[in-house]
């Protein structure tokens, strides 16, 4: 089973419009961190925000936030206000805590793109 | 540094030949991820250090991969008897902190070419 399932590999938006971004997750452990990355075309990998399983309110970063329903084991992106600056491949990662917290997991990620 | 530092960022070679990577992480970051990232594609985990502990190996898809981390700073990753498919771009990410809350920074990345 993938830990991390992204299963928009493309999006639209307009620009100061707001998107979401889909992230589900699979875990059997209580203990465990979500992060979202940007990649631009440049390809550097950017760190936006970051979930900890035991938080208690979801996590904002100026115009990101992360909608985190853990029942449902999603944590989706939420950009507000598009900017055409926020073209770029995002990825959803999680870690775990199994095997001491090593490995950070990735999705397949969203390919968003703002248009005017 | 300020950030992680990869070299080279370039690197095209013959199959069959060896390659090394290097990333320098940032000064501090006891934790050092390599990642691969084909075209297109998520990354796939390759091998983790943290301080002097045991690396985490388990994503390296062959016994070609091996990477060191030498004075828990500077790693390279060496992949012996390179092979068209091992064409991708190679990033490197280091950490602050143990455990599930510590975000990776990421290098520009070493985009191997195998002709």
């Known amino acids: 089973a993938q830990k991390i399932t992204q299963t928009q590999p493309g999006m639209f938006v307009q620009e100061k419009e707001a998107v979401t971004l889909d992230c589900t997750y699979d875990?059997?452990?209580?203990?465990?961190?979500l992060f979202w990355y940007k990649q631009p075309s440049s390809g550097e990998m950017i760190f936006l925000i970051y979930q900890g399983s035991y938080d208690q309110q979801n996590a904002t970063e100026g115009r990101y936030s992360l909608n985190f329903q853990k029942a449902r084991k999603s944590a989706n992106l939420v950009i507000s206000a598009s900017q055409l600056g926020d073209s770029a491949m995002y990825f959803c990662a999680m870690r775990e805590i199994t095997g001491g917290g090593n490995k950070l997991t990735f999705g397949t990620g969203t390919q968003l793109k703002v248009e005017l | 540094g300020a950030g992680v530092s990869q070299s080279p960022s370039n690197k095209v070679t013959e199959k069959g030949k060896d390659v090394e990577l290097r990333c320098d992480p940032i000064s501090g970051h006891t934790a050092l991820y390599w990642y691969r990232q084909s075209l297109g594609q998520g990354l796939e985990f390759l091998i983790y250090?943290?301080?002097?502990?045991?690396?985490?190996k388990s994503g390296l898809p062959s016994d070609r991969f091996s990477a060191e981390r030498t004075g828990g700073s500077v790693s390279t990753l060496t992949i012996q008897r390179t092979q068209q498919e091992d064409s991708a771009v190679y990033l490197c990410a280091s950490s602050l902190r143990r455990g599930w809350g510590a975000e990776a920074f990421f290098g520009q990345g070493t985009r191997l070419t195998v002709v």
């Open positions: 250090f943290q301080g002097n502990s045991a690396p985490d």
């Open positions: 875990t059997s452990d209580p203990s465990y961190g």
